[in-house]
């Protein structure tokens, strides 16, 4: 039996600072019920109020297989209406298939994005305190490629190292991107530059994700040019895109070549700036150090660059606004390929280290340990 009472600990008093008298609402598409019972523990410990909701895959697909514009409608309507009642949101994702929904019609899958996901993922984010999460599976450790003990301790230290230490530790990041004007990335079919926007990057210490790890923010919206190739696939609703190389001009993506490339660019085409850049992330969390076939570790994986295509976040807001939000990720170390990244012209990552004098103590990340 997995012990998840340290991850509890970090979800209630860490991330969402859960006071008492406050209602908390825990959201579970699968099942996870060791994890959900610790947090109901840990929530109750702090004096606040515990609620959840489950939904199980396969009658999840169910509904959306069939599903009508009016349904969504009237079943967000109460979703959103649940919503405004708590004071913090904890979103939990444990699939036992990655690919159960892949056989739904696109024009469901469509119509179940447009009226329910993107509503209530709005209305999450208005919530004060929220946070989404993954169970460790059995899935996600074939996807991994990796035991079910091993993908459990590896999941345990990347959600429960100190965050508060490994953001004060990569500020010297933080400071270098913020006066940073020009990024270049250039690794194997990829050469790619952008400028910044002015405002400092995001440090993602915990608050809204776990695992997580990284810094981000967004490139002027027009300024991406050249051709970039992602190492790393990515999925979503059911499809996996492979082997994903995008060309840009005047920061619109161009040209696409990848696995189910028709899906893809159909997918970025139904969606108002899907075909431009909403953030650019460094992935920072040392416990991640190879590509788990999981977005949320994926973008946080250590020697790791992301774009996202789609919605610009408001904490770095290029003006790009979406209903989708896609993480592409290109892993820079030299096992998948290696690669360079460069601010204003100096290299400041070869092949997922960093080389420059004032960021070398990032390699060491490591030593942080849980809280």
């Known amino acids: 039996m997995m012990n998840y009472q340290l991850l509890a600990r970090t979800v209630i008093i860490d991330s969402l600072q859960v006071e008492s008298g406050q209602h908390v609402f825990i959201d579970i598409a699968g099942e996870a019920h060791e994890l959900v019972e610790a947090l109901i523990h840990e929530i109750y410990e702090a004096g606040a109020f515990p609620y959840y909701r489950n939904c199980p895959e396969r009658e999840h ?9 009016v349904q969504l409608d009237r079943w967000a309507s109460t979703e959103l209406a649940r919503l405004q009642e708590v004071d913090a949101y904890i979103g939990i994702r444990s699939e036992s298939n990655s690919f159960e929904l892949n ?5 469901k899958m469509q119509l179940y994005y447009e009226h329910f996901v993107v509503p209530f993922q709005e209305s999450v984010s208005k919530i004060p305190k929220w946070i989404v999460l993954r169970a460790p599976t059995p899935s996600m450790a074939q996807h991994a490629e990796m035991s079910s003990d091993g993908l459990y301790q590896l ?3 990347a959600c429960c190292m100190n965050y508060k230490q490994w953001a004060l530790s990569v500020e010297p990041l933080v400071q270098l991107m913020t006066y940073t004007k020009e990024v270049r990335i250039v690794a194997p079919e990829t050469d790619l530059t952008f400028r910044l926007i002015r405002t400092a990057p995001y440090v993602c210490d915990g608050q809204f994700n776990l695992p997580d790890g990284e810094v981000f923010t967004a490139p002027v919206i027009d300024s991406t040019e050249g051709t970039i190739s992602f190492n790393v696939p990515t999925s979503i609703a059911g499809l996996k895109f492979q082997k994903v190389k995008m060309t840009f001009q005047n920061g619109k993506v161009v040209d696409i070549q990848c696995s189910n490339r028709d899906e893809l660019i159909q997918l970025l085409d139904g969606n108002s700036g ?4 909403g953030e650019f992330g460094i992935g920072l969390n040392p416990y991640i150090q190879k590509p788990m076939g999981n977005i949320l570790f994926d973008e946080k994986m250590f020697g790791s660059i992301h774009l996202a295509l789609g919605q610009s976040y408001p904490m770095a ?3 790009n606004e979406s209903n989708i939000h896609l993480d592409f990720v290109l892993c820079l170390s030299e096992k998948y390929g290696g690669g360079e990244l460069y601010f204003d012209g100096k290299l400041i990552n070869r092949n997922g280290v960093f080389v420059c004098p004032e960021l070398i103590s990032l390699n060491d990340l490591r030593s942080l340990n849980a809280t």
């Open 61 to 69: 697909k169910a509904i959306i297989e069939q599903c009508s514009m």
């Open 274 to 277: 899907g075909r431009y850049i």
């Open 103 to 107: 056989d739904i019609a696109p024009e």
């Open 317 to 319: 807001y290029n003006g």
């Open 155 to 157: 999941f345990m230290e």
